[in-house]
């Protein structure tokens, strides 16, 4: 079935990094972009990033433009986010997003989430 | 950046009575190629967000019709008919229109 994993997540220091990955499988991976979407501990989702289907195009919010960077292999169906110079406030569970750019152009289908915790 | 406001934060309703959520943009999601980029997304307790409504007013697939949106422009709603125990958790409206995207804070909706 249609499925996005996403992994990567665990403890880092502040000014740390770490890559998470976003496994697809199920479907034509390349046809779809993809978001990450971040939820910081018992609070709200905050949209991260956006990578077009192709990489031609990817998109940040500010707070993490110049630190983060999205990019994907279509080869290995996988959607990547680099994250440098972390900060205590990146803490969050960070979900994978397809975007649905044929019909409804929404967040269709979603990962479980992996867990970054920023930890001096 | 456009900013969402939902209200109320939380809601407890009875089952079988209906319940609505409004959501607020400080921008128009109104494109000029005549779509709303309104989306509403519910989240239960330690699941993922799933995708309930798209274009204001359209369910996804699968999306039981006690759900409803209306709106235009800036105002946005979301209404739940004979709300039921497993539509227990927090809802988000997000708007697709500006880049960043953004969501409300989230409307927590619990059973009586």
């Known amino acids: 079935q249609e499925q996005l994993v996403e992994s990567g997540g665990g403890v880092v220091r502040p000014g740390g990094s770490l890559r998470l990955s976003c496994a697809a499988s199920g479907f034509s991976f390349s046809d779809y972009g993809i978001h990450w979407v971040r939820q910081a501990p018992g609070k709200g989702l905050q949209w991260v990033a956006f990578?077009?289907?192709?990489?031609?195009?990817?998109y940040y919010i500010d707070s993490v433009k110049g630190r983060f960077t999205i990019s994907r292999d279509n080869s290995q169906n996988t959607v990547y986010l680099q994250m440098n110079s972390l900060r205590a406030e990146d803490t969050a569970v960070y979900y994978c997003?397809?975007?649905?750019?044929?019909?409804?152009?929404?967040?269709?289908?979603w990962g479980q989430g992996t867990m970054v915790i920023l930890s001096s | 950046d456009a900013v969402m406001t939902q209200t109320p934060l939380s809601l407890s309703v009875t089952p079988g009575q209906s319940a609505s959520i409004s959501c607020k943009s400080s921008?128009?999601?109104?494109?000029?190629?005549?779509?709303?980029?309104l989306y509403w997304y519910l989240q239960r307790t330690g699941q993922s967000p799933q995708l309930l409504i798209y274009d204001v007013s359209r369910r996804f697939s699968g999306v039981p019709d006690r759900f409803s949106g209306s709106g235009s422009g800036t105002d946005f709603t979301l209404k739940i008919s004979r709300v039921e125990a497993e539509d227990v958790g927090v809802y988000y409206c997000m708007q697709g229109r500006h880049i960043p995207l953004t969501f409300g804070g989230g409307t927590k909706v619990e059973i009586k």
């Open positions: 990578i077009r289907y192709d990489g031609s195009h990817k």
């Open positions: 997003a397809r975007e649905d750019t044929a019909l409804t152009d929404a967040f269709d289908l």
């Open positions: 921008r128009s999601l109104l494109h000029t190629d005549g779509r709303t980029y």
